[in-house]
């Protein structure tokens, strides 16, 4: 999941990056409204963490005007308890949920599951190829009935290709999507990880993740 967390109190936008990234998650920061608004309509994001008081657009005008574009990206507010009205105002404008500062990262992890399962609704959790079980919910991966550990981001990058089966996905794009950063792709980086994804799932793994010379990867539904 790549997330936005838009916070202008360093310390916690710190602390929310670094929870969230222990997690899995793809984190980008932006500590300024205005920033933060060209960002999100220009990026895909699965979802935003969006403070209220911010320099620049505050995020509520931020929030206002990605619903009145009709974009549905999943939005949960930070408020200061005493915040009592933006709160309501949030919620009316369209907001999926909010957290009143200081909370534990913990919850928020939970909140931004609950939100994307939410938005993913009829989107399949469990993906098979052959023997490959992949539970996207719970991120639990087995070949026939033996679980397989993979690290953060061979899992993600596993999630990437699997949600879209067919399609051939770029080094760059698996970049931007896993790493959450585009940068000089002379690198061999993605191609280690995927040898090495496809090692731990046996040896059937190169028919389902396929190499698609001078391009990237796609995955076959088999
Ligand atoms: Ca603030």
Same mark, same amino acid.
């Given at each position: 999941m790549k997330v936005l967390v838009v916070e202008d109190e360093k310390r916690i936008a710190g602390f929310i990056r670094k929870g969230l990234e222990e997690h899995g998650f793809v984190v980008e920061c932006s500590g300024d409204g205005d920033e933060a608004y060209q960002l999100v309509t220009t990026q895909q994001y699965d979802a935003i963490v969006l403070?209220?008081? +911010?320099?620049?657009?505050d995020g509520l005008s931020i929030l206002q005007n990605l619903r009145k574009q009709a974009n549905s990206v999943p939005v949960l507010l930070l408020t200061a308890r005493s915040e009592l009205d933006e709160r309501v105002e949030g919620l009316n404008l369209g907001a999926d949920d909010y957290m009143t500062k200081p909370f534990f990262v913990e919850e928020l992890v939970a909140r931004l599951h609950a939100l994307a399962r939410r938005v993913s609704g009829e989107r399949l959790s469990i993906l098979q190829a052959g023997d490959l079980t992949v539970n +996207? +919910?719970?991120?639990e991966v087995k070949v026939g009935n033996t679980p397989v550990r993979l690290t953060v981001r061979e899992f993600n990058i596993l999630e990437y290709l699997t949600r879209s089966p067919g399609r051939v996905l770029t080094r760059t794009q698996i970049l931007e999507h896993v790493w959450g950063y585009d940068f000089d792709i002379g690198t061999n980086l993605i191609d280690v990880h995927v040898q090495r994804l496809r090692k731990k799932l046996g040896p059937d793994a190169a028919t389902f993740i396929e190499t698609v010379r001078g391009v990237g990867y796609r995955f076959v539904k088999q």
């Open positions: 403070d209220i008081m +911010l320099p620049g657009r +996207l +919910l719970t991120r």
